[in-house]
T-cell receptor, first 116, second 116 residues
């Protein structure tokens, strides 16, 4: 059973199109995230939701809109795609509370988006 | 804002040998967590090891151990008895202990090659 699953794994599209990436976790975690990994492998957080509520929103263009219908799902919709949006997008989840407090992230396998 | 620096873009180690990957970070906080994640060619982000800043004892996980020097803000990863399967990108990451969401700040990564 995949703990954090993302679809699609690969996405190739034209500039100006709108696309979505879906994420689901079956770990019972309370918090979900979207991270972006650029072509230089640099990883940066974009958004975080806790029990369907947006709690982290980094300086991301308005073209990116996350949606969390329930705490097990976090989708990412991107409007008017640009060349610079090409990246690997990682979904992740964590439990609100762990004894150590570390709230370790469990990542999905990533979705590679290529904008032509 | 916190920053994480990995000064070694690439490292190489022979099978069965030991290698140390460097990581330094900058923060004004006293309580935080540090992580090493591994990203093999499959792209999956895998937690290798974690360290709570309030613990003086260095974390170990089988062949992986850390040298955590809080005063120097250094968090290096030692891989003993290196195996071919250890070849991957390794990312050091920082998380503040304040707040429930696991907002990780990543370093730029070190690519580890394992040779026969």
């Amino acid at each position: 059973d995949t703990a954090v699953s993302q679809t699609p794994k690969y996405l190739v599209t034209q500039m100006g199109n709108d696309k979505s990436i879906k994420c689901e976790q079956n770990l019972g975690h309370d918090t979900m995230y979207w991270y972006k990994q650029d072509s230089k492998k640099f990883l940066k957080i974009m958004f975080s939701y806790n029990n369907k509520e947006l709690i982290i929103n980094e300086t991301v263009p308005n073209r990116f809109s996350p949606k969390s219908p329930d705490k097990a799902h976090l989708n990412l919709h991107i409007n008017s795609l640009e060349l610079g949006d090409s990246a690997v997008y990682f979904c992740a989840s964590s439990q609100d509370w762990e004894p150590s407090g570390a709230n370790v992230l469990t990542f999905g396998a990533g979705s590679r988006l290529t904008v032509l | 804002a916190q920053t994480v620096t990995q000064s070694q873009p690439e490292m190489s180690v022979q099978e069965a040998e030991t290698v140390t990957l460097s990581c330094t970070y900058d923060t004004s906080e006293s309580d935080y967590y540090l992580f090493w994640y591994k990203q093999p060619p499959s792209r999956q982000m895998i937690l290798v090891i974690r360290q709570e800043a309030y613990k003086q004892q260095n974390a170990t996980e089988n062949r992986f151990s850390v040298n955590f020097q809080k005063a120097a803000k250094s968090f290096s990863l030692k891989i003993s008895d290196s195996q071919l399967g250890d070849a991957a990108m390794y990312f050091c990451a920082y998380r503040s202990a304040y707040g429930t969401a696991s907002k990780l700040t990543f370093g730029t990564g070190t690519r580890l090659q394992v040779t026969l």
